[in-house]
């Protein structure tokens, strides 16, 4: 998949300026549990073009921090919505009831997303990043 993401995709993910996907994220994907850490992918063919995820706060179980990674050809084309809502619904069933992300200021296509699809979303500043609290749907 790091073949189909722009510098600009990497740093609006991993708030870094990395060329590729990072090993410890691949590592992370690796570890996932189904429960408190969980993650689904788009595919196009054996191709993955989008990553949704969420880790459980071990601090608030009834939170997890939520992140999305969309391939630049399939962006603006809803799958990072659709990754959202499916991971949505598994959360729910899993005792979560609200997401945190944060989002860097530039990334005005996951703001709009937010803002549009998350009505009840509440917004903290921090530096170059929004940090949002996003309540799930009962």
């Given at each position: 998949m790091s073949d189909r993401l722009s510098s600009a995709s990497l740093y609006t993910r991993?708030?870094?300026g990395t060329p590729r996907v990072p090993e410890y994220?691949?590592?992370?994907?690796?570890?996932?549990?189904?429960?408190?850490r969980e993650a689904l992918v788009g595919l196009d063919g054996d191709?993955?073009?989008?990553?949704?995820?969420?880790?459980?706060d071990t601090t608030r179980?009834?939170?997890a921090d939520i992140?999305?990674?969309?391939?630049?050809?399939w962006q603006r084309r809803g799958l990072g919505?659709?990754?959202i809502g499916?991971?949505?619904?598994?959360?729910?069933?899993?005792g979560i009831t609200g997401f945190d992300?944060?989002?860097?200021?530039?990334?005005?296509?996951?703001?709009l997303f937010v803002h549009h699809g998350w009505p009840a979303a509440r917004s903290t500043r921090d530096g170059g990043a929004a940090h949002f609290t996003l309540p799930l749907a009962t």
């Open positions: 991993f708030f870094s994220y691949l590592g992370m994907l690796g570890r996932l549990d189904h429960w408190d191709e993955i073009v989008g990553i949704a995820e969420y880790v459980r179980p009834c939170r992140a999305v990674l969309v391939a630049d050809p919505s659709v990754l499916c991971l949505t619904q598994l959360a729910g069933r899993r992300a944060d989002v860097v200021l530039t990334n005005r296509p996951a703001l």
